[in-house]
Structure formats: C-alpha cells, structure tokens
C-alpha cells in the first residue's frame, strides 16, 4: 500500500512539474522562412496570390493525394478561400482564406483549422524586388497555443517542422518559377 502510494504521489508530481514547465513556455510560435527567385516581382507576386498555386509548392496540398479540395471567391482576391477535407493526420481538415493583399507586397491569410485540433493562426507571403529579375519570397507563419498545447508543441519540434516544410515549399516554388 504505501509502495502505491508513492507511486500516486510521483505521478501526480511529475504532472504538476509538467503543467508548471508548461506555464513558462511561450505561447505564441512565429516562423518565418525565404528564397530568393530569379524572376520579377510582379511574375512572383501574380502566382503566389493564386491560392490554387499553392497545390503545385505548397507541402501541406501534396500530403495526400486523397484530399478533396474546395474553392470560394475569386481566386488571388481578398475573401477567396480554398477548404480541404483529408483523412491524413497531419493534413486534416481546414480552410485558407486571403484577408489582406497589397499589390506585388504582401499577402495575408487566415487559417481556420477543424481537424485534428480546432484552432486559427495567420500566415502571409511578402514579396520584394531585390534586382529587375530578382524576387525575395517570404513565407511566414503566427500562431498562439492555448495552455498547455504550448508544451506539447515545443517537445514535438513543431517549431522546427513547420519552418522546414515552409522552406521546402518556397524551394520547390523557386524551381518552378525558374524553369
């Protein structure tokens, strides 16, 4: 008896150690990768905008195959949406939508995830001209978890996971323009 009760006692410490841990560890994750494409702005900026592009770099649109795909609005516009439906765990099911566009600058959206998880985060694309045929393509990403997912982000490398695939998206994107 006090063998389990030693035992108990060592759980339930060990979880408030945890929880306590989960406290001091940032909430919001901001991540924010770039390439440089050997093409102009406007070429660069007028195909990102198109959200259906984003099934030709974006690593999250070629995960499963399966995934059923869904468009509102006028594409590349303030208020067009693309909504994905996946039985893979890590695509799930969700929508995009752009909220803000400023011409050969910056694109804005929000991300309203259902499954696995609900939850909302914001991501955005910012071009810029850096030579006539030379365009800096950042993709970024911002999001904040609620108490204690925060934890559970930072031991699974999150973080880190989704900086990758956002850099293996903007490589194959700067492939592609590059043909």
């Known amino acids: 008896m006090k063998i389990l009760k030693i035992i108990l006692l060592s759980i339930l410490g060990l979880a408030l150690l945890v929880l306590i841990i989960a406290f001091f560890v940032p909430r919001e994750m901001n991540v924010q990768k770039s390439v440089v494409i050997n093409r102009p702005v406007e070429q660069v900026f007028d195909y990102v905008k198109m959200l259906k592009n984003q099934n030709e770099f974006s690593v999250w649109m070629t995960i499963d195959p399966k995934m059923k795909k869904a468009y509102e609005g006028v594409d590349g516009t303030v208020g067009a949406i693309t909504k994905w439906d996946s039985q893979h765990n890590d695509v799930g099911q969700g929508e995009q939508e752009i909220i803000g566009i ?15 998880f609900e939850s909302t985060a914001q991501a955005y694309m910012i071009t810029e001209s850096t030579s006539a045929n030379q365009t800096k393509v950042t993709w970024g990403f911002h999001s904040e978890s609620k108490y204690p997912m925060n934890l ?6 999150l973080e880190k996971m989704l900086g990758d695939q956002l850099q293996q998206g903007l490589d194959t994107l700067k492939g592609q323009m590059e043909e």
């Open 102 to 116: 400023e011409e050969n600058t910056r694109i804005d959206y929000e991300l309203r995830f259902i499954r696995p």
């Open 152 to 157: 559970v982000q930072k031991v699974i490398g």
